[in-house]
């Protein structure tokens, strides 16, 4: 058997995740539907993350089996030609028979982003979280600082229906910056718990708007999640930009 490893962008818009599920349309489902109809027989889709609905990606990577004698350059062209719109392969590559696009994934790079204005703007909308109230970007570069590192997120834990889910995470860099009316916060890490980056971005924003003060933060990381005091940001603002191999 070959094993190709794909990069891959999509539009998550209209999308129920990445993961297959009866009867809705995901990411994983086109392009496993897609890579069938070109190698004629059924594959298995593996993803580094199981981004959900609504989430975008302009770096996910997935591989699958096949043992069709079909070139890269040439699957890279054929998926292209039956994929719908709002997915695109980036590259297909043929690696070894071992690689694993989520065991051996060294670390993931999302991006979210906040557009800060008084009037949306309806090109963009679905890519950022509109967001009419200011925010104090020094607050909130303080308040990262305290997610940063083996952190153990039980606090901001989400219900994935999956028991012993382990909440200590290693986040290895949080950048917060500004462009013109966006707010760009960029989280680096090994791996993430469920929805774990924009609990993590709501987090940010109660430290921006006041809701919640720096010194808070570990006694809201260690609670139980029925008494969370902050909310969960919107899916269509986060980004798999990147995963690291």
């Known amino acids: ?44 889709v593996t993803a580094a993350s199981r981004t959900d609905t609504g989430v975008h ?23 292209n030609g039956v994929l719908p719109d709002d997915i695109v392969v980036k590259s297909v590559e043929e690696v070894s028979e071992n690689f694993h696009s989520t065991h051996q994934s060294k670390g993931k790079h999302y991006r979210y982003i906040i557009r800060l204005n008084k009037i949306d703007d309806p090109l963009t909308r679905k890519y950022h979280w509109w967001y009419r109230h200011n925010l104090d970007i020094e607050k909130m570069i303080s308040a990262s600082k305290f997610l940063i590192g083996k952190v153990d997120f039980k606090g901001l834990e989400i219900n994935c229906g999956k028991p012993d889910v382990k909440t200590i995470r290693e986040i290895s860099e949080i950048k917060i910056s500004r462009n013109n009316d966006d707010l760009i916060i960029d989280v ?42 902050t909310d969960v940001a919107p899916a269509n603002g986060l980004t798999l930009i990147e995963v690291y191999y």
């Open 1 to 44: 058997m070959r094993k190709f490893k794909l990069i891959i962008a999509y539009d998550g818009t209209d999308f129920h995740g990445w993961q297959i599920q009866p009867e809705v349309r995901t990411v994983a489902g086109e392009l496993k539907s897609a890579a069938e109809k070109i190698l004629r027989h059924e594959i298995s």
């Open 57 to 79: 990606a302009i770096g996910q990577t997935a591989d699958f089996a096949t043992d069709n004698p079909i070139e890269p350059e040439k699957l890279l062209y054929a998926l």
């Open 188 to 229: 680096f890490g090994k791996s993430f718990m469920y929805k774990l980056v924009r609990s993590m971005v709501g987090l940010l924003v109660a430290a921006g708007n006041g809701k919640i003060q720096s010194e808070e933060i570990p006694e809201i990381l260690s609670g139980k999640n029925e008494h969370r005091k």
